[in-house]
């Protein structure tokens, strides 16, 4: 067994022991790292764990460093404010203001939600009907529409014609 730290780069390696506390075993479990499993090296900062460590205080120290240097500037210049923060004092909520919340976030969701699914909805018919039609003009029948359409004409000229069908079919 040997650390990641020490394979070449590219070669395939089988994970035989996970070290380090339960939370960091389980995080590396998440991770994709199982006991088994074959991984391979992609990259490495040089190779040398010196490499990696001096890269965290060279960034530490630019931290410090830019802060001095913007601490010179006129708009940081000057005594820091006072940091002040007010918090309002915490009372149990009272059952009408849970209930009329509830009744407002519960409305202003239905709302939304029902917005995009009556979009949808409508849409999803409109799609059925116009696939339906084209279904029907292809077997060569008539609507549904059409087909009521032409009863109720038909009942409302029998009455008026005494029997004539004068609608066109």
Known sequence: MMPLNLAEIGQPQIIKRLGGSPEV???????????GSEISVVS??????????????????????????????AMFAGNPAPFVMELSAYHWPTLGNVLRSMWER??????????????????VIVALI????????K?????????????ACTAC??????GK???NR
């Not at 116009?130 to 003009?137: D, G, H």
């Not at 000229?157 to 005494?162: L, R």
Request: glycine share 12%.
């Open 25 to 35: 075993k389980n995080h590396l479990e998440d991770l994709g790292f199982h006991i």
């Open 44 to 73: 490495t900062l040089g190779g040398s764990p010196w490499v990696s460590t001096s890269a965290y205080f060279i960034g530490m120290a630019a931290i410090v460093i830019s802060g001095i240097m913007l601490k010179k500037t």
């Open 106 to 123: 519960g409305w202003s969701f239905i709302k939304k939600a029902g917005t995009i699914l009556v979009t949808l909805l409508l849409i």
């Open 130 to 137: 116009i696939r339906n039609l084209r279904n029907e003009k």
């Open 139 to 151: 077997q060569g029948r008539s609507s549904c529409c059409g087909n009521c359409g032409q009863c």
């Open 157 to 162: 000229h029998s009455q008026a014609n005494a």
């Open 165 to 167: 069908d004068s609608c």
